[in-house]
């Protein structure tokens, strides 16, 4: 993959990971905050309005906020600008790789921002589950980093395949006796 079509592509899906996020956090903010939640497919998914103010289901919600904010804000965003980077330079990453690093990425970042925007809260507002079991209230960029991860983790799954495939094709068949 040339470095024009890697970064073409790496900023294409950041754009489109924090564009969704934010515009659908922006629909949230207009239409669900201060009102009650709504319930649809049998109270399968839910949309609800909350803030968190620590990372992955509320973790480091209770740290002291100046910890909280090194935590989350600085070191998240060197991180993030980490995966950039990374992602933008090596030469050796498929476009499913690419397209995975820029969605996580992408994710971290609209939280980041909705961070710098909310004194440190991430706006949420899906949750799904059936009875009592359900997840975390959640938001698009918690999806994009999730299918980053899932990108990441078929790109490895493929090129394990491959190789595999390669090392048949190289390795002589043992003579039957």
Avoid at 75 to 93: C, D, Q, R, S, Y
Avoid at 149 to 160: C, E, H, R, S, T
Wanted: proline fraction near 4%.
């Amino acid at each position: 993959m040339t470095l024009l079509n890697r970064l073409l592509l790496l900023f294409a899906v950041l754009g489109l990971s924090v564009g969704c996020d934010q515009a659908t956090k922006q629909l949230a903010n207009a239409t669900l905050k201060g009102e009650p939640m709504r319930s649809y497919l049998g109270d399968t998914f839910r949309l609800t309005w909350a803030t968190n103010d620590g990372a992955f289901l509320s973790l480091g919600a209770n740290l002291p906020p100046a910890m909280r904010f090194g935590i989350l804000t600085v070191a998240v965003g060197l991180l993030l600008l980490g995966i950039v980077i990374f992602t933008a330079a090596n030469a050796k990453l498929n476009p499913l790789q690419v397209a995975g690093y820029a969605m996580i990425a992408g994710g971290g970042l609209s939280n980041w921002v909705d961070r710098a925007r909310n004194d440190g809260s991430v706006v949420d507002f899906m949750n799904m589950g059936i009875g009592r079991l359900r997840t975390g209230v959640f938001n698009i960029a918690d999806l994009a980093i999730l299918a980053g991860i899932g990108f990441l983790l078929f790109a490895g799954w493929k090129q394990d395949r491959e190789e595999k495939r390669k090392k048949e094709l190289e390795t002589p068949a043992a003579p039957v006796p």
